[in-house]
């Protein structure tokens, strides 16, 4: 077991050995009921954690789901129930699970409030269903469907990225605690996978995408920030933002790419990128 394995599994134990203690005192003390001991929870939009028994409890019994969940992951990783096998393709059963997925979604069919172009309902039900075909891909190494895939993964991208674009278009706010309150969102769990698995980052190739655009959004709509309402001068910003990337990805001789990741990005082969993290870092962004 490797040692940031070891690592997330003691910050786990002593929240156990915490979660425990906080039951037996709450127990002692008659303070709630079984029933409405497990209904607490936290409120992240609402409710700070403080040092009081409730919230403590709360707080620790999400991080005791969430280690459950992580487990159950080690364990199908590296302790599996049944042996693994390998992974079989077939094309007829491969879109006949697509075909259930989508009945199921007919019947679940609703109507939405807000009509407008990639509103936030329609957004997510195209995320969702791109999220289907990707977990579906991996499982089966689905690889007749590789391109289509790529496909999705730049569509899923550009629509976080709109979604962003249009968050800080309509809030305007770009101060510190939103800044990381994505980062936080983004890259959590994968972080925490990463340590527990023994995994590299770039595994998990999607969310450095994802945290690199946001990124690369969020310093377009804050450098001139004023001018992002002016018609004329967002479109000077979005073009001088389309004309880095090009010059970034698209110039062979372009040495911009070296000089932004080449000082930190390794190139020997690595789980996730056999041919390094700085060429995966490449291929996955363009």
Known sequence: MKPSSVAILLIFGVNFV????????????????????????LNPHSEAIT??????????????????????????????????????????FFWFVVCLFFLAALCTLKKIKD?????????????????????????????????????????????????NFSFFYMKGDF??????QMLWRLNFVVMVLSLLMGNTY???????????FFCLVYLTMWVGKKWNYDKYKIRIKLMVVA????????????????????????????????NGTMWEWFFDLI
């Open 202 to 212: 770039i595994l998990y190739y999607i969310c450095p995408l994802h945290t690199f």
């Open 18 to 41: 915490l979660l425990c203690y906080l039951i037996i005192k709450t127990f002692r003390s008659r303070t709630y009921s079984f029933r409405q001991l497990v209904s607490l929870s």
């Open 115 to 163: 009509t407008s172009v990639l509103g936030r309902e329609q957004s997510d039900e195209w995320k969702g269903w791109m999220q289907f075909i990707f977990l579906l891909y991996h499982y089966y190494h689905a690889s007749p469907v590789y391109n289509s895939v790529r496909v999705m993964i730049d569509c899923y991208v550009w629509m976080t990225g709109f979604g």
């Open 243 to 274: 004309l880095f990337i090009y010059v970034l990805y698209d110039i062979p001789s372009s040495p911009l790419f070296s000089m932004l990741f080449g000082w930190w990005l390794p190139t020997n082969s690595v789980s996730g990128a056999s």
């Open 51 to 92: 040092l009081s028994p409730s919230s403590l409890f709360a707080f620790s019994k999400e991080v005791f789901i969430l280690s459950c969940l992580l487990c159950l992951c080690y364990l199908a990783e590296y302790w599996p129930i049944f042996p693994k096998a390998n992974k079989d393709f077939q094309v007829d």
């Open 175 to 180: 101060g510190f605690v939103r800044f990381v």
